[in-house]
């Protein structure tokens, strides 16, 4: 049936089929309507841009117009579909689902799913649906919706219609991503420094290009654009050091008013044969805060100069952190604002000076995404395009199965690595470990086999941290950020990552029912953990020496033992002592994993305290030396070639709603999620927090050692165990005004299986 082009006629259809439930008195309410509506996915798969600006044109419409639309394709043959459970009554459940997918709208709105009717499907599943009806057809708009059922008896209204393109070629997996977006910025202030001269400030740097409108008096008068991240003495730094950016270009007027897009040249070093492209319909693009306009003898204002700036979709409203130290706040709002700054191409890169995927870098970036938006798709994008490109440090090709396993747990979806499976037990490097167990690369193990079968082509070297001592500006006598580790032929560092490696494909394999590969996984760990305590660990001091044959301890040979769950527990204080004693003696890379053992080790008081740091070192140092987007180093002297648009040093992004308010999955999608916040001196904290099956909210009033609250809502269709502070085995809890049982377990109270709506926690002595 041919699809309607009256835009009124869906729309009365809809009000009249709704009319028609009310009137005949069904037990549905609109509060319970599904909603978060996602494809492989992608929250948004039915938005059209157009050159990257998002239009009000229809994708069903958008597919028969000729116009450079963008949007996103499901190329999977049988997509995967999934919604937020809504509720008014504390601890629902989903019981049942209906999903209807059709041809055209008027089949959708009439309850026609001649694709797909799934029926009344009995199941608690909200999220990972697979496809099962007929055939989908390459290159086709299709639409869909759901309703659900709750263990309170109660049947929903059909979600909201969504749509969804199909690519032109179908596959049996392949990953989803949108088309980037672009968005026309503002300036937040106009000064001028001269009749002819004026400073533009945007408020943020971004990645974009300008686009200005200007009176030509003559035909022959040119303007000089200047463009930078960096302010020194009221005008653009002109020489900021690293690479950080500054460049200029000359703009020749045409006579009469005329708007202008300033062209940017690509650059060769990151548009390179290894890099990530800017796709044609954005053009190239440059990060800048600031704007210069000279020789312009006319007045200016702020409608006339434009950012045109290109970002990975992004709904700044999905995440909050607010809480009682400024500084934190500000922290988090760095953090939070890079993810976005830095998504221009749709891939994690290392940011603008080689525009580079790393492991390193995405694997951070994969975390902190999850925890400021409700978006998996550029993770898992980026992720999966690492596993065919992987880059030279040992630990890096690790890092594959840790982010396998991060997407895995955030979306409960193992499509993924399932599909990659072999390639990521290629990744956990197993090949390399002699009989005892540990690996190295210095061993004669890496053969060309070894290479191939990660899909490598070079020369594995450890990293530990970047950089080093005596490369990219530093002098020999200058540190680098390795805390002065010392690389022996089995290392410390490459060997804990190589044993959290093997505990994850362990998992992964039992995910997938490969039993025998879980149980080969599994034994490979314990005996990678027993030799690594017995040969690693200095039993004098309690600590770990940085590799067999040296007796130097650093600050990254403990910190990635105790965040990958190797140290014992008799030398957790001794540990933790010794981090503190080195501060924060590693990069901005580094800092994720301190961060994650100083938190998962009880040590909040000192996590918050280099969270919320004013030091050189520091996220607040980022901010002051006058970046508002994170740096790929604390400071110039720590990495003098660095940018200032790496979101591998955004790291509280991550941190501040994954351990200082301690949300985490326990099971994967969200179905069942840990609430353990570790709020040390904080007064008071709030946190919206974005997952795939809905948002977390919570807030907590704190009087360290005296009382505690929590208020916290948690999305239907999900449970928790919420651990809070224990003062003492005789402290009272109460939910709700009512008192509750705990168990203590790791220094905290926990209370299991929270259901979902409102809950309002209280601690006391």
Request: hydrophobic share 40%; aromatic share 10%.
């Amino acid at each position: 049936m041919k699809q309607p082009t009256n835009p009124i006629r869906p729309f009365l259809i809809s009000v009249c089929m709704m009319l028609a439930v009310f009137s005949a008195g069904a037990a549905v309410t609109e509060a319970n309507r599904p909603t978060g509506l996602t494809v492989n996915l992608l929250a948004h798969a039915d938005r059209v841009f157009l050159n990257g600006y998002p239009v009000n044109t229809p994708l069903y419409q958008a597919v028969s117009f000729r116009e450079n639309f963008q949007f996103a394709e499901i190329a999977q043959k049988q997509p995967f579909f999934g919604w937020i459970v809504n509720a008014e009554k504390n601890n629902t459940l989903q019981t049942a689902y209906r999903v209807l997918v059709a041809s055209t709208l008027e089949n959708i709105l009439n309850d026609r799913g001649d694709c797909w009717d799934s029926g009344k499907t009995e199941s608690d599943q909200s999220v990972n649906i697979t496809y099962n009806g007929k055939p989908l057809e390459p290159g086709k708009v299709y639409f869909w919706k759901v309703k659900t059922w709750n263990n309170h008896g109660e049947e929903s209204l059909f979600s909201a219609v969504a749509q969804f393109k199909t690519a032109a070629v179908l596959s049996d997996y392949a990953t989803a991503a949108y088309p980037l977006q672009k968005q026309d910025d503002h300036p937040v202030a106009l000064q001028p420094l001269s009749p002819s001269h004026t400073f533009v400030d945007f408020g943020k740097a971004a990645f974009g290009r300008i686009r200005v409108t200007l009176l030509g008096k003559t035909g022959s008068d040119t303007v000089t654009i200047h463009l930078g991240e960096a302010r020194k003495d009221g005008r653009i730094d002109r020489a900021p050091g690293g690479t950080i950016r500054y460049a200029t270009y000359q703009l020749p007027l045409k006579r009469g008013w005329n708007t202008y897009v300033v062209v940017l040249p690509p650059d060769k070093r990151n548009t390179g044969p290894q890099a990530v492209l800017m796709p044609q319909y954005t053009g190239e693009v440059l990060p800048f805060r600031y704007c210069e306009i000279e020789n312009y003898y006319h007045p200016l204002s702020k409608e006339q100069v434009v950012r045109e700036t290109v970002f990975y979709p992004f709904d700044g409203d999905d995440s909050h952190f607010s809480s009682s130290d400024t500084v934190l706040n500000q922290v988090w709002e760095l953090s939070k604002y890079s993810i976005k700054a830095t998504s221009f191409l749709g891939i994690y890169v290392d940011g603008d000076r080689e525009r580079i995927a790393y492991e390193a870098d995405a694997l951070i970036n994969q975390l902190c995404h999850y925890g400021v938006a409700r978006e998996y798709s550029m993770a898992r994008r980026s992720h999966e395009y690492l596993i065919l490109r992987p880059t030279w440090p040992t630990e890096w090709i690790l890092q594959s199965v840790l982010m396998a396993w991060n997407d895995y747990l955030y979306t409960g979806n193992s499509e993924s690595f399932s599909h990659f499976y072999n390639d990521l037990k290629a990744k956990t490097l197993v090949t390399l470990a002699d009989e005892s167990g540990l690996i190295s690369t210095r061993t004669g193990k890496v053969t060309p086999e070894v290479l191939q079968s990660i899909h490598f082509n070079g020369n594995l070297r450890d990293i530990v941290d970047w950089p080093h001592t005596g490369i990219l500006g530093l002098e020999k006598n200058e540190g680098g950020e390795t805390d002065g580790f010392v690389f022996q032929e089995v290392n410390t560092v490459v060997n804990a990552f190589h044993y959290r490696a093997l505990v994850l494909m362990a998992e992964m394999a039992g995910v997938l029912g490969e039993a025998a590969d879980r149980e080969r996984f599994s034994a490979q760990a314990e005996k990678l953990k027993k030799v690594f305590n017995e040969q690693l660990l200095d039993k004098k001091r309690g600590i770990y020496v940085d590799g067999i044959g040296t007796g130097h301890a650093s600050l990254h040979g403990n910190m990635f033992p105790l965040a990958f769950g190797l140290a014992p527990a008799k030398n957790t204080g001794k540990i933790t002592a010794f981090l503190q004693s080195r501060g924060m003696a590693c990069s901005v890379y580094g800092s994720q994993f301190l961060l994650d053992a100083l938190y998962d080790s009880g040590e909040a008081g000192y996590g918050l305290q280099l969270l919320s740091s004013t030091a050189e070192r520091s996220w607040y140092n980022m901010i002051r030396v006058g970046s508002t987007v994170s740096l790929e180093a604390w400071d110039n002297k720590y990495k003098p070639n660095q940018d200032w648009n790496h979101a591998w040093g955004a790291a509280p992004a991550n941190l501040i709603p994954r351990k200082l308010m301690g949300i985490e999955p326990l099971e994967p999608g969200f179905r069942k999620i840990r609430i353990r916040p570790q709020p040390a001196s904080l007064s008071h904290a709030e946190l919206r927090h974005p997952t795939i099956s809905g948002e977390v909210w919570m807030a907590f009033q704190n009087r360290p050692g005296e009382s505690f609250s929590l208020d916290l809502i948690l999305p239907g269709n999900t449970t928790a165990e919420v651990h809070l502070p224990l003062f003492s085995a005789k402290q009272k809890v109460t939910r709700n005004g009512q008192p509750v049982s705990f168990r203590i377990q790791d220094g905290f109270a926990v209370i299991s299986d929270v259901g979902s709506g409102k809950s309002k926690f209280e601690v006391t002595r």
